[in-house]
């Protein structure tokens, strides 16, 4: 099957010239399109959806709309254009030219973190699947399928460093990449996070703000990297990248808004009073919460990582923004942290700088989920209601690091097994809970038309109407 890349994978790599990774795209495109057709959005691969592509990497370029079939989205290969003489900003290499092509030495690690990257956007198509089942509305559809097919895109990105820079073994995870599956027994994706299932739209939205918010603080690390088509790769995903926490943080702010009109009406904050007027109660809010940032939490990898030195050391994997720190080489300083030992008691020890790079990284990202919950208690405070959404503590709930299965509440404090899990019950969504999102979800497709357990959004996408006729159906 013969491509014309110029048409069929719009690019500024320039793959008309490059015949060896033309073959090689040529022949993992056919699997790719498999795959999404095989998980990739169930249902709607005929529907005319309202999408952006990128066709360029200028301003004119990288959000073109249009209404696409999704099988035909045009899934590009861009990289940030290029630094002139850019040289590497950290780690023992400072200063030196960043390298074009990838040192022997450092093969195998850069081989295994793109491919971790790349195992988790393919990943999310999978676990958002169904979603479309039962979507709020046109809107909604869209910016799932927007974010899917971006998320197909960074799956390119990877598998475009992986055949222009690994060879035959790159060519080897391309193929794994679409192998392995969300939540497969046998074959699951690489990160825990990516194997937990997305089934409604609450969970979606708590994804696309916490979980790509990690997405979004890895590939500022990686941005950083001295593996230049690696960062040129991450820092163009990065512009998509701020739609998906978008329709994170939107979406929230939508199913707390409808809340707390029906709050405002009943004058009560009784949740099941609440649950019989169809709407989502705060505390199943916190509760989602709850698990999706633990979860996330758990994608920083752990609080003292000799991988983590090893990477800033060698120049491969710096720290989001690695500008705005004055210390690039980061050997003679320690962070202050708070470790368990294994008999519960708490003490401070002191970690060599590059060794905490993972909780530095963390630090950051916490940071930035907060800011979200602040504006979403904002809202919460102007409607007259004295509740609080709050982030659990960073110890909470851990599978990864020193906390890892340590029994720790929402509050960061060490408590027993079996305080810790009869609290699970408060502190993360029950079986009821679950069972009532899911009894909200029906999906509603009449243009303009919202589901009754959320507000509309404040305006349309691209400057279209709310009640735009977002994905066409044939
Ligand atoms: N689950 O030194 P440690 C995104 C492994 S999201 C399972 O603590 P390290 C997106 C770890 O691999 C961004 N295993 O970790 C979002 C290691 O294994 P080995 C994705 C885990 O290496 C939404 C061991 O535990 N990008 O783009 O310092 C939608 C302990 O190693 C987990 C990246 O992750 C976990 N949560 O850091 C779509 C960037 N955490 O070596 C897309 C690339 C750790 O013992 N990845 N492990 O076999 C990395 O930079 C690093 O691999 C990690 C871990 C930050 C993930
Ligand atoms: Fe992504
Ligand atoms: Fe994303």
């Known amino acids: 099957m013969a491509i014309n890349y110029q048409e069929r994978i719009p690019n500024n790599v320039d793959l008309g010239n490059d015949r060896a990774l033309q073959r090689a795209l040529e022949h993992w495109q056919p699997k790719f399109l498999d795959w999404w057709t095989d998980l990739g959005p169930e249902g709607f691969q005929a529907a005319d959806v309202y999408l952006r592509t ?40 400072f200063g030196k030219p960043a390298w074009q092509r990838v040192p022997g030495e450092h093969r195998s690690t850069l081989r295994r973190l793109i491919v971790t990257q790349g195992d988790t956007e393919p990943a999310s198509v999978e676990q958002q699947r169904r979603l479309g089942l039962t979507c709020p509305s046109l809107y909604d559809l869209r910016n799932l399928f927007q974010v899917n097919v971006e998320e197909g895109r960074h799956l390119w990105a990877m598998v475009y460093l992986l055949h222009g820079y690994f060879g035959r073994d790159g060519r080897e995870e391309a193929e794994e990449l679409l192998h392995r599956h969300s939540g497969d027994a046998d074959n ?52 998509e990248e701020s739609h998906h926490m978008f329709v994170g943080e939107t979406g929230v702010t ?67 923004d690695e500008g705005r720190f004055e210390d690039h080489i980061c050997t003679e300083t320690v962070e202050a942290m708070e470790m368990p030992d294994d008999n519960g008691v708490i003490s401070t020890v002191e970690v060599p700088t590059r060794n905490a790079m993972n909780e530095i990284t963390r630090e950051g990202y916490i940071r930035d989920c907060m800011v979200g919950l602040t504006r979403w208690n904002r809202t919460i405070k102007r409607a007259g209601f004295d509740i609080e959404l709050t982030l659990p ?19 960061g404090n060490i408590i027993s097994q079996a305080d810790y899990e009869s609290g699970l019950n408060e502190w993360l969504p029950t079986e009821a809970d679950r069972a009532y999102i899911h ?20 305006r349309g996408i691209n400057n279209q109407p709310v009640d735009y006729e977002y994905v066409e159906f044939h």
């Open 54 to 93: 990128a066709t360029s990497v200028d301003a004119a370029g990288w959000a073109t709309f249009g209404k696409v079939k999704m099988p035909d989205y045009r899934w590009g290969i861009f990289l940030a254009d290029p630094e002139q003489d850019r040289t590497i900003g950290f780690g023992d290499e």
């Open 254 to 320: 939508r199913v707390i808004r409808r809340a707390l009109e029906m709050m405002s009406e009943l004058k009560t904050d009784d949740p099941e009073l609440l649950r019989r007027h169809g709407v989502v109660d705060l505390p199943t809010i916190q509760r989602y919460i709850n698990f999706w940032f633990s979860s996330s939490l758990d994608l920083f990898g752990s609080e003292q990582s000799s991988n983590a030195a090893g990477y800033f050391a060698n120049g491969i994997k710096g720290r989001p």
């Open 393 to 411: 503590g960073r110890r909470f709930r851990r599978s990864i690091g020193s906390w890892a299965n340590v029994p720790v509440d929402p509050q």
């Open 188 to 239: 699951p994706r690489i990160l825990g996070t990516f194997n937990e299932p997305i089934d409604d739209w609450l969970s979606f939205f708590m994804f696309t703000y916490f979980t790509d918010r990690d997405g979004k603080y890895q590939l500022m690390s990686l941005a950083e990297s001295a593996f230049d088509p690696l960062a040129r790769t991450c820092r163009f995903m990065l512009t």
């Open 439 to 458: 009894s909200l979800m029906h999906q509603v497709t009449e243009p303009g038309k919202m589901a009754g357990w959320i507000a509309p959004p404040d």
